[in-house]
């Protein structure tokens, strides 16, 4: 079945320092990636998303290629602030009936100044 | 637009008591879903429903049933909660094949 695999964390940075999180997945047919974040105290939000094969979803400086060959969608950002600490969960989506999305463990990001 | 709301926020039950959370959308999607987020294990589907009247089952249903009389609303029941039940609940709302959109969850304690 389908499966998503991320780095554990928690990651701790310092302010403006270069972030990746890495994921790959396995999977049927032609799934959808996404990266979803939860502040503390809060539910899911989706950050970005990529439809097919090399494609690159970008949101808020945050950057993931879907890569085919590789099976990954690492998450990326040239200088993290402290806002953006968060839990990041790495997630596939297949439609198959309805809009079954297989979310990864999360990886805990802590920015400190 | 307040997009997908539930409640309660926090619930502390004993073990074999019984309650329902309520979760609600104002933004016209056919799908709903009920997820439980446990540490370490990401968020896993209970069940879910692709319209109103219709429900199906996720990952975990056993000690669960649901109910989406209104296309807005789809309720999340324990019949008879036991201290495996305590977790993070969330809700989640989509269009046919897009984006799920959470709420901001129910934090249940079950002694």
């Known amino acids: 079945g389908d499966s998503v695999t991320q780095m554990e964390g928690p990651v701790t940075l310092s302010e403006e320092a270069f972030l990746t999180i890495n994921c790959t997945y396995t999977a049927t047919g032609y799934p959808s990636l996404f990266w979803y974040v939860q502040y503390p105290g809060e539910g899911l939000q989706l950050l970005l998303k990529?439809?097919?094969?090399?494609d690159k979803g970008s949101n808020k400086g945050f950057e993931a290629t879907y890569r085919k060959e590789t099976t990954s969608f690492h998450l990326e950002k040239g200088s993290v602030q402290v806002s953006d600490s968060a839990v990041y969960f790495c997630a596939l989506g297949n439609s198959g009936g309805y809009q079954k999305v297989t979310f990864g463990t999360g990886t805990k990001l802590q920015v400190i100044p | 637009n307040a997009g997908v709301t539930q409640t309660p926020k926090f619930r502390v039950l004993k073990t074999g008591q019984s309650m329902t959370l309520l979760c609600a959308q104002d933004m016209n999607h056919e799908y709903m879903y009920w997820y439980r987020q446990d540490p370490g294990m990401g968020l896993r589907l209970i069940h879910y429903s692709v319209g109103e009247g219709t429900t199906a089952k996720g990952e975990v249903p056993d000690g669960y049933n649901v109910s989406r009389l209104k296309k807005q609303n789809f309720l999340l029941g324990l019949e008879s909660a036991a201290p495996s039940q305590t977790s993070v609940y969330f809700c989640a709302s989509s269009l046919i094949t897009d984006t799920q959109y959470f709420g901001p969850g129910t934090r249940l304690t079950v002694l």
């Open positions: 990529a439809t097919k094969a090399d």
